[in-house]
């Protein structure tokens, strides 16, 4: 397990953040997990992440709260998912994660610690914590 801490004081510098993870610590391929609160930041870190992959600009990225998954790049290199409206396990695994899962590409999760027991172990976990107004602290765990 290896993990590493990251502070940032603004949305802009989440999104930069998360550009220089999907340029460095992110895998090439596979799932990630954002954890936190509503509004911790965890779709504004994707914006980055989705940019940094060159994959969607930060304002094409939106939160797939209803449509529950949004893919960005041609063919989808960022694919975005949000279980944070779904009421049971067997809705989740309707979906075909697994199959995201084991695409080309980064399946970034937020509210997937809902469903634990749908997840491989082989995975990125990203925890996003408020600080304050505008600070937070970003914790990337992978094994
Ligand atoms: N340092 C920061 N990093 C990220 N967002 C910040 C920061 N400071 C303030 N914000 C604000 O916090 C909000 C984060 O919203 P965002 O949609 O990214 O959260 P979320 O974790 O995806 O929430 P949800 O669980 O509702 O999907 C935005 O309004 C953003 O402007
Ligand atoms: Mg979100």
Redesign the pocket.
Known sequence: MTAHTFR????E??IELGRELSRSILPPRGLVLLT??????????VKGIAEGRGAAAPEEVS?P?FTLIHEYGDPPRVYHV?L?RLEAARQAASLGLDELIDLDALVLI??GERFPELWPPDRVEIE?RREG????VIEVRSR
Not at 8 to 11: G, I, L, P
Not at 133 to 136: A, H, S
């Open positions: 940032t004081a603004s949305e510098e989440t936190g609160n509503l509004g911790a930041g965890k779709t504004t870190l939160s709260t949000d944070y937020e509210w996003i107004e505008d600070q937070r």
